[in-house]
């Protein structure tokens, strides 16, 4: 159901609010943790539930607030991300009627801040509340893609699959929609049995990236069908996937439970992916040393071939060839091939140094006609030569 792990980035939380100070003031006793500033915590949830509560209609059925502090809106948003981290912890450790405490108190602050309404509504989906969990979403006056991801969820658990599936396809046509709303709809598409279109929205996420979660639906499809070359493919390009992620599934589990063995044949990179990742060099050129940097790293041969070939695709509508000529020799000594790495350093060595031939070429034509190279045209040589010649008589210089 799209659950989210939660990270706090610091002790004190992402808000710099520590969320042990919320739960106690929710809870009402003492949570292992720093409790230096209960009461400026417990000021922040007071003013913020009191001034959502003294809130008036106008003539217009609009709500209006009675008074207004400068401040109230970043109080609001510390407010609401504290509450948001507190419930998203509930959840995880598993305190069902804590949980549901921090709920009750977090509905007061109203629609308007999505990570708040995002954690109310995987709250309502895990006690099988998808119709309040869709009321919340609906109501909330930011609309993120996580929200719309919760959204379908909600449409499929309340057996509105057509609306949902709908929805997924329009979304999926645009080039910012996730991974995951195309991958929803692949599996919208294969329980319907259309595994074509199911094919299709999962390796339109590979265009641009090697998922690790489409690799594996697109080799459990591939393995439900029988289909032998499809299942090789897939099992190879999921085996070389350079990305390395929690997202990853147990690769040795996956292939032992398909019969299919440890380790697959290499497969080279598609002139979609070199081309994809070359019009990317081109765009950001400053990004070479770090992805020759990221792969000294993590080695893995079908991601130092990609970047190898993708930069030579560039390489002619480069401007700095040193650097693109250096982060070659690197790559080529990655994948053992110390012939090309001293090719390219020798390219490299060539375009940063000056050529010399050049230089003696054209000081060698900047000389006059009658003077030869071997010729001594220093200045005491000259004036050496004048003085002669007008110390010598006529006749003895025709003699």
């Not at 929609?177 to 049995?193: F, N």
């Not at 390395?244 to 440890?262: N, V, Y």
């Not at 070479?288 to 993708?310: D, F, M, Q, Y």
Request: proline content about 6%; hydrophobic content about 35%; glycine content about 4%.
């Amino acid at each position: 159901q799209g659950r989210r792990e939660h990270r706090p980035r610091d002790e004190t939380g992402a808000a710099g609010v520590d969320p042990h100070l919320v739960i106690e003031h929710d809870v009402g006793k003492p949570v292992p943790g720093r409790r230096s500033d209960v009461n400026k915590v417990r000021a922040f949830l007071q003013r913020t539930l009191r001034r959502h509560a003294n809130k008036t209609p106008n003539a217009d059925g609009a709500s209006q607030a009675t008074s207004h502090s400068p401040g109230s809106s970043v109080e609001e948003r510390l407010t609401a991300r504290s509450l948001a981290e507190a419930l998203d912890r509930a959840m995880i450790l598993g305190l069902t009627e804590h949980a549901e405490r921090l709920a009750k108190t977090a509905i007061q602050l109203g629609p308007g801040h999505p990570t708040l309404t995002e954690s109310l509504a995987r709250w309502r989906l895990s006690q099988d509340q998808p119709d309040i969990a869709l009321r919340l979403i609906d109501a909330c006056t930011h609309q993120s893609a996580a929200l719309n991801l919760l959204r379908q969820v909600c449409l499929i658990r309340l057996g509105r699959r057509e609306e949902a599936h709908a929805d997924l396809y329009r979304w999926s046509k645009r080039s910012v929609a996730p991974l995951e709303a195309r991958m929803m709809l692949a599996l919208l598409e294969w329980k319907a049995g259309d595994t074509h279109a199911a094919s299709q929205a999962l390796t339109h996420n590979l265009r641009h990236l090697e998922d690790p979660r489409s690799l594996t639906l697109l080799l459990l499809m591939a393995q439900q069908q029988n289909h032998t070359e499809h299942v090789t493919h897939w099992a190879q390009r999921l085996h070389q996937c350079p990305i390395e992620s929690d997202d990853m599934p147990d690769l040795e589990f996956l292939f032992q439970t398909l019969g299919l063995p440890r380790s697959c044949p290499e497969v080279e990179p598609s002139e979609q992916q070199i081309e994809s990742l070359a019009f990317e060099i081109l765009v950001n050129k400053d990004v070479i040393p770090a992805l020759v940097e990221a792969e000294r790293r993590r080695t893995k041969r079908w991601a130092v071939v990609l970047l190898n070939r993708a930069i030579e695709r560039a390489l002619p509508e480069l401007n700095n060839k040193t650097r693109a000529y250096e982060a070659l020799a690197d790559l080529a000594m990655f994948l053992d091939n110390h012939i090309a790495a001293d090719r390219w350093t020798n390219l490299a060595e060539q375009e940063a140094m000056p050529h010399k031939l050049h230089l003696i070429t054209d000081d060698t034509t900047k000389m006059p006609p009658d003077q030869t190279p071997q010729e001594d045209d220093s200045i005491l040589a000259r004036i050496g030569r004048d003085s002669s010649e007008t110390t010598t008589p006529p006749q003895e210089k025709a003699a």
